[in-house]
Every structure is written in structure tokens, then in C-alpha cells.
């Protein structure tokens, strides 16, 4: 009896993880699509907060996609002014583009403000 009831000890243990393992729920049948938000009015669109997005979509939204989110529904917020009509989907397939000249402008821009602070760190710039 000592020897068998280590190892029936153990089988009951290995049954009751298999069945813990083997119960697994299918979430995505029960999330909504992920392009929910392209038919969507951008009238109600722009009164959604993050929280209600987050529960619309299931995931949580990190501090980078809240701000874009919030320079969304200020561009949505101004576009409505113009078509009381549109859909997100709609806004953001006939969005602005940033002209290649700016983004050229802006990144030599930035290459030429990035080497004046490099060279005032190296040469003492007086700061």
C-alpha cells in the first residue's frame, strides 16, 4: 500500500492537470473585427474617450496610440465642419499626406539642429 500510493498520488495530479490544460476558450470568435472602427461615423467616433475604445476593441491602448488617437478625433473634429457625413474609413483613406519636399525640409532640419548640439557639447558651447 506505501508503494502504490505515491503513484496513485501522481496520476491523480497528471489527470488533473490535463484537464486544466485541455479547457481552453476561444476568444477571438467573441472580439469584434479589428476594422470596426472604419465604419463608423466619425460623429460618433469623436466622442468615444480611450476607455471606450479599449473596451470596443479588447485591447489596451499604450501612451503613443492615446495621443495619436486624441490628434485623431481633433482632425475627424475638424473635417466634420465640412462633411457632416463621413466615416472614418473615409477620413483616413482620403487623409493628407505629408508632402515629400516638407519631410525632405524637416529632416535636414533636424540633421542640421542635431550637429549644432553635438558640437556645442564637444566645444563648449556656453550652455
Known sequence: M???KPFLLAFIGLFITTLTYSAAVNRSSTS???DIWQFMKASEFITFSAKDYT???GEKMNMKERISFNLLKLQLKKELKTNPSLTVGEFMA???KMKKWLKI???IVGVFLLAFIIFAIAYGGGF
Open 2 to 4: 506505501k508503494i502504490i
Open 32 to 34: 469584434p473585427p479589428e
Open 55 to 57: 473596451r470596443l476593441t
Open 94 to 96: 482620403s487623409s493628407k
Open 105 to 107: 525640409v524637416l529632416i
